[in-house]
């Protein structure tokens, strides 16, 4: 069973959301700049029209949360403690972390092959040219 969390937190100056999610393959996270406060309703319509667009960290392996029945009351006192403002939880951050840490390395891989082309082709631009110097054209 796959189970799915999403935490809204206000980051000043910006409210964010967090998206969390158990797979087979293991725990990833994803995060979303909302802006201004959304109201339920907001929340609602957007998870329900962009949820499968979020870009999700890749998956790292953990125990998978048990879900236990518990005592209604202890139910209600933890569903009390859980709306009071707190952090994103540690896994969260790592898992955002490592998708930006993965994000980075892509985007050098592509800035260092963009370099290489365009030192190509100066230098094949400056062959040329010395090419044509030395004929006297």
């Known amino acids: 069973m796959d ?16 998206a969390e999610r158990w797979e087979a393959a293991g725990y990833s996270a994803a995060r979303v700049v909302f802006g201004a406060e959304p109201t339920d309703a907001q929340l609602y319509e957007w998870l329900l029209r962009e949820w499968h667009r979020l870009d999700f ?10 879900t236990q029945r518990k005592n ?15 952090g994103v939880s540690t896994r969260a951050q790592e898992a955002l972390s490592r998708q930006r840490e993965q994000e980075g390395l892509e985007r050098q891989s592509r800035n260092r092959q963009r370099q290489r ?16 110097k030395k004929r006297g054209r």
């Open 57 to 66: 960290s890749p998956a790292a392996e953990g125990e998978r949360p048990v």
């Open 72 to 86: 209604p009351k202890r139910a209600l006192r933890e569903a009390r403690e859980a709306t009071q403002v707190r």
């Open 3 to 18: 189970r799915n969390v999403f935490t809204v937190l206000f980051q000043p100056p910006f409210w964010v959301g967090i």
């Open 117 to 132: 082309e365009e030192a190509e082709r100066k230098y094949l631009l400056h062959q040329q040219k010395k090419r044509e």
